[in-house]
């Protein structure tokens, strides 16, 4: 990077930081005011953003309004209806030793934050957390990805539209722009990806004490009972599944069912596939309705699992077809998978989807937890065996007879747990996300509990102490 082009993004934070200051004091109706102009240009530009997608995925408009669009404008209606009540002090009780004072959480914005946006939702994923950074009153820095160049112009070009460059701004760029970004003294940063560079960015932010939320993943198992409806669980994990062509964090990565059901759950997956992307049997490769693999690099990482699997013995049970210049893989269903074997060990993020059998739940269970927690976890189950299976597993959310549905859910906080990430996001926890909970404690003037434990210690105030260690 140019030392003319660091200066420059030196000088945007600063421009940011006096935008920081004044945006403390900023109202709900100020903040309410900027989401709603946010609001009315993603409506007033659906097609361009359709557009974008499509360019960078060949994503259907109809996947694009569901995954994109939706929740997005979701989120922007849910905060704000109730932004307000999130900004309103907290008032605290007054526990006995502390009688005679008043406490409250005051929610007061972290600062100029940074959001670094994946490319596998480019859209949603970059203005989702941005929703969050504006209802908190966090001037912000967006960096979009580089492998989705048709949606990250977009996103450049909306904020320019919509902000100040003392508001909100977009840097776009590849690895060297972020680095560049992440060595500044942000006051928070969001970011979503892999584990491994959820790393780094950790690292950055430790120079500057910089809180982090990270958005990370890996492999969200699939647990299917004995008790399981195995037909509306199949319907439920192809769409979860294939959804984005399978470059989704929380997809399902891996299948765990019950051994005397596996036979009947691979029929079942393969009509759903059937049903959902070729009805007329023309080939799944000329659906308009499943996206593209983003860029030949992933295409490739995924020719290399596919290829990996078979050679080491796993069983193509149906798909298997690719056509490289469409980046183009086919549903592709694998059995026979062992620990040997790429898919068994990454984090897929593509439309291949190995199944793996047990015979007792506590063995599925076993095999969950001999990896990093995953991100989710989903349980197709009609009797309540998940809620053990809940009290044993770790992971960032937990879906019971669905799958990936809870990231639309805004009462919910959306997130993982150590290795799939730290913090959480989404409605109100997304406010708590940019904003710094502060507590305020007023004394009365004038004597008071506290004063009979100040200097010189004597008999009474050792019995005071004694007392409050054995009651309080």
């Known amino acids: 990077m140019e030392i003319s082009e660091f200066t420059e993004i030196q000088l945007s934070l600063a421009l940011l930081q006096k935008t920081a200051v004044a945006w403390r004091s900023s109202t709900a109706s100020e903040r309410i005011d900027r989401l709603k102009k946010l609001r009315t240009w993603i409506k007033t530009h659906q097609n361009d953003i359709r557009e974008a997608l499509w360019d960078d995925f060949r994503k259907s408009e109809v996947e694009t309004d569901l995954s994109e669009i939706f929740p997005v404008t979701s989120e922007i209606n849910h905060t704000i209806k109730h932004l307000k009540s999130w900004m309103t002090p907290l008032s605290l009780s007054t526990p006995m030793p502390m009688l005679g004072t008043k406490a409250k959480i005051l929610y007061e914005p972290k600062g100029v934050s940074l959001i670094i946006a994946p490319w596998n939702y480019p859209f949603n994923l970059a203005i989702g957390p941005l929703v969050s950074a504006i209802a908190a009153g966090c001037p912000t820095i967006i960096k979009p990805s580089e492998l989705t160049p048709a949606t990250s112009s977009l996103i450049a070009r909306m904020i320019s539209e919509i902000f100040s460059e003392g508001e909100v701004q977009v840097y776009q760029g590849d690895a060297e722009v972020a680095q560049a970004l992440l060595s500044l003294p942000f006051d928070h940063i969001f970011f979503t990806g892999s584990p491994q560079i959820g790393k780094v960015v950790m690292e950055y932010a430790a120079k500057h004490l910089t809180s982090v939320t990270l958005e990370l993943g890996g492999k969200s198992p699939c647990i299917i009972t004995e008790s399981a409806d195995i037909k509306d669980a199949a319907q439920k994990i192809i769409y979860g599944k294939l959804v984005n062509c399978g470059q989704t964090c929380v997809a ?221």
């Open 252 to 472: 399902p990565d891996y299948i765990l069912v019950h051994q005397d059901r596996k036979e009947l759950l691979l029929a079942e997956l393969q009509v759903a596939i059937q049903e959902m992307y070729d009805p007329q049997f023309k080939g799944l490769e000329h659906s308009n309705d499943m996206a593209r693999i983003v860029n030949e690099r992933h295409f490739s990482r995924l020719k290399t699992y596919l290829d990996d699997a078979v050679e080491k013995g796993a069983k193509i049970e149906f798909g298997g077809k690719t056509i490289p210049h469409h980046r183009f893989i086919e549903p592709t269903l694998l059995s026979e998978v062992n620990e040997d074997m790429l898919v068994a060990q990454e984090e897929i993020f593509g439309p291949l989807l190995p199944i793996l059998t047990y015979k007792t739940l506590q063995e599925a269970v076993q095999y969950i937890n001999k990896k990093p927690k995953p991100l989710a976890l989903y349980i197709f189950d009609k009797s309540k065996s998940y809620e053990s299976v809940l009290q044993q597993t770790s992971s960032g959310n937990a879906v019971i007879n669905d799958c990936v549905l809870h990231f639309l859910h805004n009462e919910m906080p959306f997130g993982g747990v150590n290795n799939s990430g730290i913090g959480k996001a989404h409605g109100h926890f997304g406010f708590l996300a940019f904003s710094n909970e502060k507590g305020i404690l007023k004394q009365r003037i004038g004597p008071n509990n506290t004063t009979l434990l100040r200097p010189p210690y004597g008999m009474k105030t050792k019995q005071i102490i004694k007392s409050l260690i054995k009651w309080f």
